[in-house]
């Protein structure tokens, strides 16, 4: 965290707090994807071990000067040493047979994480860094991750399918996700589904989408010879002489669709109870690095 002047936040004097320089944390159903390159040696041969690990440590050296050095202030040396114990959450090791070489392929163990739940967490990682313009990569890769967590039968692949496609603005995607991961069975939490569901369906969502429906309407309309006006079908199709709205179209000017292919908007007093046999949060966590 950093103040209106540039200045890291570091004395826990959070009234200062401005904005935000980089965010490693990872709370509860979350995950984080982290990118490495290395070179591989141009005389190496044999099998090639990488060994990772995450690491956590209650406070770092700064903020301990700033306790225990007698009048510490921004910017002077460190004179304390940061002796706090370094705890190893997770670990993990995975070697690579190298090209060209001599030895035979390495075998490395099964995890002990089953495979739908590694693909999730992946994807999690994926989509919570994934973004428009450069960061567009992310969320296709999230988006082929929650894939194969379908593919394995589980519910949370559709529901969190549905996340990246509202994220990337594709809401009659993110409702068919959400509607497959209603049918599972079991299905997806209930109550995650009503909120998802809530968030397809905000009057904000769905402006954005008519606008990005005006503007594909107004983009790819083209003319023929025969002076007939001819627009995607996914929109609109006209002529000189009649216009008519596909029904596509009509489908899109209709009330949104809820998770279970109703109308979104609940029966009068209904209520939705969470049920025990679920997880509290399609969003899991593990130690796999």
């Not at 999230?142 to 994220?167: S, T």
């Not at 969502?205 to 010879?225: D, G, K, L, V």
């Not at 002489?241 to 292919?261: D, I, M, V």
């Not at 007093?269 to 399609?282: C, D, E, L, M, Y």
Request: aromatic share 6%; charged share 20%; proline share 9%.
């Amino acid at each position: 965290m950093l103040d209106k002047d540039g200045r890291r936040i570091d004395r826990r004097n959070a009234q200062d707090i401005f904005t935000p320089l980089y965010n490693h944390q990872i709370p509860p159903g979350a995950g984080q994807v982290v990118h490495f390159e290395f070179t591989v040696p141009a005389d190496q041969r044999g099998p090639l071990q990488v060994d990772v690990a995450l690491r956590y440590r209650k406070f770092d050296t700064i903020y301990l000067n700033y306790v225990h050095a007698a009048g510490y202030k921004a910017g002077d040396p460190l004179t304390v040493t940061n002796d706090l114990p370094i705890v190893t959450i997770a670990a993990d090791s995975l070697t690579f047979a190298v090209a060209g070489g001599t030895a035979p392929a390495p075998t490395n163990p099964v995890s002990t994480i089953v495979p739908w739940q590694r693909w999730n967490d992946y994807g999690i990682g994926l989509l919570l860094e994934g973004d428009t313009g450069a960061s567009k990569g992310e969320l296709v890769q999230a988006a082929e991750a929650f894939r194969h967590v379908e593919a394995l039968g589980r519910p949370d692949g559709p529901l969190n399918l549905a996340r990246v496609y509202y994220k990337e603005g594709r809401l009659d995607d993110a409702i068919t996700s959400l509607q497959r991961a209603a049918a599972f069975d079991p299905p997806a939490p209930r109550w995650v589904l009503a909120w998802l569901n809530g968030q397809v369906n905000s009057p904000p969502a769905i402006s954005t989408r008519r606008s990005r429906i005006t503007a594909a309407s107004s983009t790819t309309a083209t003319r023929s010879s025969t002076g007939a006006v001819s627009i995607s079908p996914r929109t609109m199709s006209c002529s000189t002489s009649s216009a008519k709205l596909s029904s596509n179209a009509q489908n899109r000017s209709a009330p949104r669709r809820s998770a279970g292919g109703s109308s979104s908007k609940p029966p009068p007093n209904s209520s939705i109870a969470p049920s025990q046999s679920t997880p509290r949060t399609p969003l899991r966590t593990t130690t796999s690095p």
